[in-house]
């Protein structure tokens, strides 16, 4: 048998995708089915002076038209994250309803829900909802929210503030660190709110079997089980056994489909209220209005140096959106996951970050690919490159300088940063220096002094990050405020004949478990890939599990599944030695059988698994059956990481940047199937691109939503981007069974400053220094011309 | 967003202020009003239809005249319903005599828009506003050679100005 692990198995998963037979929530017809259509307010911040639903109730084929007020006793949706104030006290939380009640908080707020035999009738009567609206001003941006003055989103979130919080070193010693500083470089920027754009809209389907009195959500989830637990013990009120939570195929999530929404819960209700199944499906323009957004962050940076460049301090204010209420995660993204992240891969001694949370009239703000993480990045990569120009040093060098020293995490101890976090492994070095050499550095900069000469313009950006992934261990995250733990789940059930069945906690919605983790099962037991199936998504089939975010799932799920893959060989152990009538000792399993050592005598895996199903010949005492489960709780966070290089051209007469080249270097730790990991850092990289030259979810002042569609809201495409050169190094995480670190966000986490600071290098020779994202070609012509 | 513009025109202060202020007229020479009611004085009903780069829809609502400064100018509020989102404008003009044959009407104000006539028709909006606006005149000046108040004038599609990073032809 060959070694599974490591090898770039084609993905199972994509017959049936690239043939049309996935299953997607929206595919599923129950019988009986009705259609639910949303009323959303077409303003960012309106009072509800009355709604009349008589219109649309005669309409032909509705069946009910609900409103804020039918589900007023029903509980709102909660919020997943605790983080409290400096001073102690606990972040502002107000209800977010199901339907709004009195008042609409953002634009595309859910004012009332039409439910209809078809969806066309569901549609047209909507329009006929009358709701009468006072509208009132708005606020959009995360700092001007928190001006004195400002319109109040929540009336008891004073100065639309939901929390301050700090983290790091005492403030003074910051301050004292970057006054005593040779140069300081200052950056005030924005990290501008994007969309997530899975292609797949959300979808969800309520149903309640009254004959079991039991209620079964289908919905497009990154987390069935999480959604469960939400729905039944915070939301509704039900119990959770009597719920099924069911996520097949999902179209892409990056985040966006972690989170609890209220529409979940709404179709769930409705259907117990109306003994039909429902269905919803955003359109495209709701997916812009109502997906929970990414970024937002205003921030001023300041990062002290000595005069030979070493990093002296890092002082950070940043203002975050929140949107109109909080999502599930929302909290923890501009605190655990991007205040922590801010030591970077550099020895800074003293660091202070300072975040106020702000509500403002916009969709809610929670975790986008990356989380926090790709903040974080972009601040320490925009301030490197930055003062490596100020203080005329090279940006490589003005890193090799300041990188934390290489340890293993094994014989060596993890680097306790100055943020709260402890690195399990790192060597950061070698990740820039191969990126160094695959972009022939040295010839760059003559190609880019020649080029100069000749009136074009060349640049080169640099950004070496690091991120937390694995999320996470429990009491780490639960001190940090998290009100759920997060560990994975896994269940390996050995079939009589030897074929195996995993049930995981872990969701793929494109990742490519179905592939990786039976990867793992194949080269664990020595048998053919095609003999092992990996079922999740249902949550009447796997146990239980927290679901696929934040890079976890091999880290975490894949440990799981690990534990429960060794249960499995030590009870096959057993059953060998009895069968084989030899010590456990004397036996080693390999390449699918147990033979006992220095002798042909074996017995192979299928023989083992169908004795434990038919235990006639059997260990005393010994239970039959071969199935197991496990519950994993990393020790620690995993800290994958890697150097991005981007080469770009900017034309002098349009200021149309041109993505030239990219280099990326990731570190993941060990590799599965490398395929699916360069097929996830080529996407993670287009991502960040697309945030550095073309997105932008815009509010204009009023509080609309003006990139509501493709027309104005830019997605990168194929021919915007160069091929993608990938290489790796491989520093095992030294706390998981696999070593592995994970690999699903990097590419977004290091691309963004990478180009954006490779436009900056091209636009040196103008003395442009800071332009906001996104890099097009209007701005970066402004810049060049003024 | 803001609304502004001026047009010439050959006549009068006082004919133009007297066709301005002429209910049928009004109703005749506005792009896309299929009906204009006088409720009371100054105050009217308005229905109409526009249809703006992807986005069409049937607006009703409010439209009054306030500030009226016989014959320099007046002020025009407006509040319009649609199942595409609401628009809201107050637009000030002015009749301005420029010589013994031509009058100026300079217009310039504010307009507020929601829904999808602001997530979709925001950017092509400038442009569509500019359109109706010059339609309006060049109607107002048929009117005005005519003499009587009889010209047909069918409900207007405006198109929007091709924008240059459009890659689709608005529908």
Redesign the interface.
């Known amino acids: 048998m060959t070694k599974m692990i490591g090898k770039s198995v084609k993905r199972v998963e994509d017959k049936r995708f690239i043939t049309g037979k996935g299953q997607y929530t929206d595919d599923i017809i129950l019988p009986n089915m009705v259609y639910a259509h949303f009323v959303r307010s077409p303003y960012a911040h309106a009072k509800i002076l009355s709604v009349d639903t008589a219109e649309a109730l005669a309409h032909p084929g509705v069946i009910a038209v609900y409103t804020g007020a039918d589900v007023a006793e029903v509980n709102g949706v909660p919020c997943g994250w605790q983080v409290n104030f400096k001073s102690g006290e606990t972040m502002k939380e107000p209800k977010h309803p199901l339907l709004v009640v009195n008042k609409a908080r953002h634009a595309g707020d859910a004012v009332a829900v039409v439910i209809a035999e078809s969806k066309e009738a569901a549609r047209d009567a909507v329009d006929l909802v009358e709701v009468d609206y006072e509208e009132l001003d708005a606020v959009v941006d995360p700092k001007k929210a928190a001006e004195d003055g400002a319109p109040l989103v929540h009336e008891d979130a004073p100065n639309n503030i939901c929390f301050d919080w700090e983290l790091g070193n005492p403030k003074e010693e910051v301050d004292a660190a970057i006054a005593g500083s040779a140069h300081v470089t200052t950056l005030e920027f924005a990290n501008q709110r994007v969309i997530p754009n899975a292609i797949e809209p959300r979808s969800y389907i309520g149903d309640y079997d009254v004959a079991h009195d039991k209620y079964t959500l289908y919905t497009s989830t990154q987390n069935p089980h999480l959604i469960r637990l939400l729905l039944c013990a915070f939301v509704l009120g039900i119990p959770e056994h009597k719920v099924r939570v069911v996520s097949k195929d999902v179209g892409g999530g990056f985040g966006s489909k972690i989170f609890h929404y209220a529409e979940e819960a709404l179709v769930t209700w409705i259907a117990k209220e109306l003994g039909r199944p429902v269905k919803w499906t955003a359109d495209r323009s709701e997916a812009f209005l109502t997906d929970a957004h990414g970024r937002d962050h205003v921030t001023k940076a300041e990062m002290g140096f000595d005069e030979e460049g070493n990093i002296t301090g890092l002082r950070i204010k940043t203002y975050a959106a929140m949107g109109g209420y909080l999502s599930t995660f929302a909290p923890a993204v501009p605190t655990y996951l991007h205040g922590t992240l801010l030591q970077g891969l550099y020895t800074t001694p003293k660091i202070h970050v300072d975040v106020v949370a702000t509500f403002t009239h916009t969709c809610a703000v929670d975790a986008y690919r990356g989380a926090g993480r790709p903040e974080a990045t972009y601040l320490l990569e925009r301030m490197l490159d930055t003062a490596a120009l100020e203080m005329g040093m090279d940006p490589a060098e003005l890193r090799f300088k300041n990188f934390i020293p290489a340890f293993n995490g094994v014989d060596e101890e993890g680097y306790v940063t100055n943020v709260a976090l402890q690195y399990d492994s790192g060597n950061y070095h070698p990740v820039l220096q191969r990126a160094l050499e695959m972009v022939g550095y040295e010839d760059f900069r003559k190609e880019q002094a020649a080029a100069r000469e000749n009136g074009k313009l060349l640049g080169i950006g640099f950004s070496t990050y690091i991120e937390a992934c694995g999320i996470a261990p429990s009491a780490v995250v639960g001190a940090l405020g998290a009100r759920a733990g997060l560990f994975e789940v896994s269940q390996v059930r050995v079939q009589p004949t030897g074929m195996v069945s995993v049930y995981t906690g872990a969701h793929s919605h494109g990742q490519g478990h179905e592939t990786t983790f039976a990867q793992v099962v194949a080269d664990k037991f020595g048998i053919p890939l095609e003999h092992v199936d990996i079922v999740h998504g249902d949550s009447d089939s796997v146990a239980f599990g927290m679901g696929t975010y934040g890079s976890r799932s091999l880290a975490v799920g894949g440990s799981a599944l690990v534990k429960s893959i060794e249960k499995v060989i030590e009870k096959g152990t057993k059953i060998a030695a009895h069968v084989l009538e030899a010590a456990e000792d004397d036996l080693e399993f390999a390449d699918g059988k147990w033979t006992v050592k220095g002798t042909d005598k074996s017995i192979g895996f299928g023989d083992v698994s169908l004795t434990a199903y038919v235990p006639h010949n059997y260990p005393a005492g010994l239970e039959p059956g071969l199935d197991f489960s496990s519950f994993y709780d990393p020790t620690n966070f995993t800290y994958p990481f890697g150097a991005h290089i981007a080469i770009v051209e900017v034309d002098k007469d349009t200021g149309k940047v041109s993505l030239k080249r990219f280099i990326a270097v990731d570190d993941v730790g060990n590799v599965i199937n490398p395929m699916i990991v360069d097929g996830q850092i080529h996407g993670g990289v287009v991502q960040g691109v697309g945030q550095a030259m073309f997105e932008q979810a815009h509010y204009d002042e009023d509080g609309q939503l003006i990139t509501g569609s493709y027309m104005d809201y830019a997605m990168p495409r194929a021919d915007d981007i160069p091929m993608i050169e990938t290489d790796r190094t491989t520093t095992p995480c030294p706390h998981n069974p696999l070593g592995v670190k994970g690999a699903g966000e990097a590419g977004a986490i290091g691309s963004t400053p990478a180009v954006v600071n490779a436009v900056m290098d091209a636009l040196s020779p103008f003395g442009v220094k800071n332009l906001s994202m996104p890099l097009t070609s209007e701005s970066v012509w402004r810049a060049m011309n003024s | 967003m803001k609304i502004e513009g001026d047009y010439l025109l050959k006549a009068s202060p006082a004919t133009l202020w007297e066709k301005l202020l002429h209910t049928e007229t009004l109703a005749k020479i506005t792009p896309g009003v299929k009906h204009l009611e006088e409720t009371a004085p100054g105050q009217f009903i308005a229905t109409s239809e526009i249809k703006i780069g992807?986005v069409q829809g049937s607006f009703k609502g409010d439209l009054s005249i306030k500030d009226k400064k016989e014959p320099e100018g007046f002020t025009l509020v407006l509040s319009q319903k649609s199942?595409i989102?609401?628009a809201t404008a107050e637009v000030k003009l002015n009749i301005i005599p420029e010589s013994a044959e031509e009058t100026k009407v300079k217009y310039e104000g504010k307009a507020?828009?929601?829904?999808?006539l602001?997530?979709?028709g925001?950017?092509v909006i400038g442009g569509v506003v500019k359109t109706l606006a010059k339609q309006f005149f060049k109607a107002l000046e048929a009117e005005l050679a005519k003499g009587t108040s009889d010209v047909e004038v069918s409900p207007t599609e405006a198109s929007p100005p091709p924008s240059p990073e459009?890659d689709?032809p608005p529908a």
Do not use: D, E, I, Y
């Open positions: 992807p199942k989102g609401n507020k828009l929601s829904g999808v602001a997530r979709t925001q950017r459009a689709t």
